[in-house]
């Protein structure tokens, strides 16, 4: 079979680690293009990688690949996804697949008609720990209740989108990856404190039988935490996503007689099994790993939770699948 023609659409900060995933793939993949818009990215787009070409649009090049890895700002993914579709190009969009509802209703019809690879980057599934748990949480008694927390100092990166498009996301997309009880109505509230959007949210959701779920987010806090928590009859277990360790307590003692039991799980570049999954879809013809639909259902959640902050009331979720 022959190379995997590709460009990134985006040299940002992002779009650097997506680049060099793509040239880590290069016995399957030819680097066709950078498109960067913006001088200093195309300035250092070239430096990083100088024998790629590098375009100021996408346009220059479509005729050129047959699957774009779109880096570029949340604002521009429906405009960029849409045109890629429309030239039968297969798409590794980062997440958000598009911006809310309204972009995803009219995206539907269109990625549903197209024969191609449409993979959404929603990188929290690849967590090593998922492997050995998903099949345990799916399954855990009800109700249950769900505490997803990730908070970080100010980076001041992804200014032009509020927290819960950027952070929430993540964590919205793994309610629905790792339960199965579906999120009913949501309720949120928060702060605009560095910025004009919102920089801090608790977005409270309830599930389906009796179950609850919180998510908190925010990018002014003084510390780095990235943790999921569940509490059921089953006991409680936390995963420190940020140390990579997994924690349990159950309703009894474990076998040294602690109450505790503390478990550690390795690291891997969740990028590069991304790209590994997008382009093995490509060439065996299988569906992605992260599929429009999934990128869809977390926008939807992310819409659900905008609109209950800007009207200070809950929001009932309702999936169109």
């Known amino acids: 079979m022959s190379k995997i023609k590709v460009a990134v659409l985006g040299f940002g900060h992002l779009g650097k680690w997506h680049c060099q995933k793509v040239t880590a793939h290069s016995e399957i993949v030819d680097f066709v293009a950078i498109v960067e818009k913006f001088p200093a990215g195309q300035a250092a787009a070239k430096a990083a990688h100088p024998t790629v070409r590098v375009v100021s649009d996408v346009s220059e090049v479509i005729n050129e690949i047959d699957a774009a890895i779109v880096v ?33 209703s009219q995206l539907r019809g269109l990625a549903a008609s197209k024969d191609v690879v449409i993979q959404v980057g929603h990188s929290e599934r690849f967590h090593k720990a998922w492997e050995s748990l998903r099949e345990s949480l799916q399954s855990l008694p009800t109700p249950y209740s769900v505490r997803i927390t990730r908070v970080a100092p100010f980076k001041g990166r992804a200014t032009d989108v509020d927290v819960v498009q950027d952070l929430a996301i993540h964590d919205l997309d793994l309610l629905l990856y790792l339960f199965k009880q579906r999120p009913t109505s949501i309720s949120a509230r928060g702060l605009k404190i ?11 959701l309830s599930l389906e039988d009796n179950c609850q779920a919180v998510v908190t987010v925010g990018r002014n806090a003084t510390r780095e935490v990235r943790e999921l928590e569940v509490v059921s009859k089953s006991g409680t277990m936390t995963v420190d996503l940020f140390a990579n360790k997994i924690l349990n307590a159950g309703p009894g003692t474990f076998g040294d007689g602690s109450f505790v039991q503390e478990a550690a799980y390795p690291k891997r570049d969740h990028l590069l099994i991304e790209h590994d999954h997008f382009y093995r879809s490509i060439r065996d013809q299988v569906p992605a790993v992260v599929t429009y639909r999934d990128g869809f259902n977390a926008v939807h959640l992310v819409d659900c939770a905008l609109k209950s902050l800007d009207l200070m009331a809950p929001v009932a979720v309702k999936f169109l699948e």
């Open 72 to 104: 570029t700002p949340t604002s521009t993914h429906f405009e960029l996804v849409t045109y890629l579709l429309n030239h039968n190009k297969h798409v590794f969009c980062e997440k958000p697949l598009c911006s809310n509802d309204a972009e995803a």
């Open 194 to 204: 560095r910025t004009s959007k919102w920089d801090h949210a608790i977005i409270d």
